[in-house]
């Protein structure tokens, strides 16, 4: 089992960046592939990014490729999202999530379902 704490969210003007950072307790989270999501105001909780246990593979939303940069780190148990040329569509809560199985696509890591440890999310907000 793991543990998911984010951080590094905030208010950003349009244009701007963030990084994002999320913590993992448990040894098991270099084996995990992880994920990254949000959640805006009324809408439905969806797909920004995923990378593999290895890193060697990654995976983006199309509505942030270009911008959005996934990584980790394995020695520090931490997962990252940079984001960059910040919109303000792009306000909402972030997640992190781990998925304790391996993928047989890279797309199938993008399925939410996959992901069983979620983390309470942190909010980013960018301002127009």
């Known amino acids: 089992q793991v543990q998911l704490v984010e951080s590094g969210g905030g208010l950003v003007q349009a244009g701007g960046s963030l990084r994002l950072s999320c913590a993992a307790s448990g040894r098991s989270f270099s084996t995990y592939t992880m994920g990254w999501f949000r959640q805006a105001p009324g809408k439905e909780r969806k797909f920004v990014a995923a990378?593999?246990?290895?890193?060697?593979?990654?995976y983006y939303a199309d509505s942030v490729k270009g911008r959005f940069t996934i990584s980790r780190d394995n020695a520090k148990n931490t997962l990252y999202l940079q984001m960059n040329s910040l919109k303000p569509e792009d306000t909402a809560v972030y997640y992190c999530?781990?998925?304790?199985?391996?993928?047989?696509?890279?797309?199938?890591?993008?399925?939410?379902?996959?992901?069983?440890?979620w983390g309470q999310g942190t909010q980013v907000t960018v301002s127009s």
């Open positions: 999530a781990a998925d304790p199985s391996p993928p047989t696509t890279t797309q199938a890591m993008g399925i939410m379902r996959r992901y069983d440890y």
């Open positions: 990378i593999s246990w290895t890193g060697g593979s990654t």
